[in-house]
């Protein structure tokens, strides 16, 4: 196979139908975000013998056998991608289309139950038969074939869905990815990635939109653990499987917290950390190639995140800051954090910097210029700009 036409599945092979989403709806560079996929994919599958191909509104994805879990897997965490499904491709003729379509069936009656469908879809008009009559034909051979199947419309177990393009394109049930934008085609950003259940889902949620991203967590030892830091270096490990290139830096940031802590009024602590990881996170940033950066803040979740104290933590910025979970609660975050599979991670009982130093009772409609006087009475400038030129990179996190 080429990366210019689809060919049969060789022996030996599996082939996969790869369904992109709005990526339908652009125009003229549509083919440049197609790209990034492909080049997604060809990263996540490095190593193994696969071919990708492509025509009009298709991709497929052929691979050994041996590794079509894999391919499986990379392709359900592939951004830009809907979904998926195995794949026979034959010539147009009913002969080769009914063999094919037999082979599915007899994996599907035994994988996935007895009541099935057939949707039928003729592009090429020139084929002898219509929609309707593929459907009709292949239920008819099928049931026919396999006793034990039977059609059902309304409620089926399984889909058999046929094509007929400039070839003949059969695919069973289509397993989901998480559709939005590659991976790359909307820039590069910094993630703030604490070790709770917001900013993980952040992160997954601006990389649906094509952002690829780096993280930064603030480390404080000895106030927190080792635990602490390596938690956060699985909850990016699992990030990766959806940001393929993510990079994970750890910030010294023991002297600017101790600075706030010796200095600042209890109650406005919380809001001069916030500040500082800000400043520091925009000071890394170009030296990594962001664009811009994201924080795991919900608006009204807690003190920290209403609409004054974000202004003020915010200023410390001076490229955009993306925040994905400003409109979610938290059952919606929880569900997202478990279906990504960061949850059971993030509720790990180790405690970040934030958490080991929040004051009982933190301000909660600061003032703007007020805390503006308040973090240039830190004098912790140089603190900063220490802190991040000491970021080092977890290389196996």
């Known amino acids: ?29 549509r083919d440049q975000f197609i790209r990034r996929i492909v080049e997604d994919i060809r990263s996540r599958l490095a190593g193994v013998d696969c071919a990708i191909s492509r025509e009009w509104g298709r991709i ?3 691979v050994p056998d041996a590794e ?8 359900s965490r592939t951004f830009g991608l809907v979904g998926f499904s195995r794949t026979l491709l034959v010539t147009k003729d009913m002969e080769r289309i009914r063999d094919a379509a037999a082979v599915l069936a007899a994996e599907l009656l035994a994988s996935k139950g007895p ?41 089926p177990d399984w889909i058999l869905h046929v094509e007929i393009r400039k070839q003949a394109s059969l695919s069973g049930p289509v397993q989901g990815s998480p559709g939005g934008l590659p991976l790359g085609s909307s820039g590069r950003g910094l993630l703030l990635l604490s070790g709770g259940i917001d900013s993980p889902v952040a992160g997954y949620l601006i990389g649906k939109r094509g952002l690829a991203i780096d ?20 909850l990016a490990a699992i990030l990766r499987g959806f940001a393929t290139d993510l990079r994970l830096f750890v910030v010294p940031f023991t002297d600017v917290q101790l600075r706030i802590r010796q200095h600042a009024r209890r109650e406005e602590s919380t809001l001069l950390v916030r500040a500082s990881m800000m400043r520091i996170a925009d000071l890394m940033a170009p030296g990594l190639g962001s664009q811009c950066l994201i924080t795991g803040e919900n608006l009204g979740q807690v003190a920290s995140q209403t609409v004054e104290s974000m202004h003020f ?28 599979g960061t949850f059971e991670t993030s509720i790990l009982p180790y405690e970040d910097c934030c958490t080991i130093f929040s004051p ?26 220490k802190a991040s030129r000491e970021a080092y990179p977890i290389v196996d996190g």
């Open 115 to 155: 009541r099935f469908k057939v949707e039928a879809r003729r592009s090429d008009k020139s084929f002898p038969l219509n929609s309707y009559g593929i459907a009709c034909e292949l239920g008819a051979f099928l049931t026919d074939r396999f006793p034990d199947l039977q059609v059902d419309v309304h409620n």
């Open 215 to 234: 993280a930064v967590y603030f480390d404080t030892p000895p106030y927190t653990s080792p635990q602490a830091r390596d938690k956060v270096a699985r």
């Open 360 to 385: 009982a009772h933190p301000v909660v409609r600061p003032n703007f210029e007020r805390m503006q006087r308040s973090f240039r009475r830190l004098e912790a400038d140089e603190l900063i700009g």
């Open 68 to 75: 079509q879990v894999r391919a499986a897997e990379a392709l």
């Open 313 to 340: 933590t915010g200023s410390l910025a001076t490229i955009p800051l993306f925040r994905p979970l400003i409109g979610l609660d938290k059952d919606e975050i929880i569900r997202l954090a478990r279906s990504i």
């Open 1 to 29: 196979m080429n990366d210019n036409a689809p060919g049969r599945k060789a022996s030996g092979r599996t082939l996969f139908l790869l369904k992109y989403g709005e990526l339908s709806l652009k125009g003229s560079n």
């Open 60 to 62: 497929y994805l052929e």
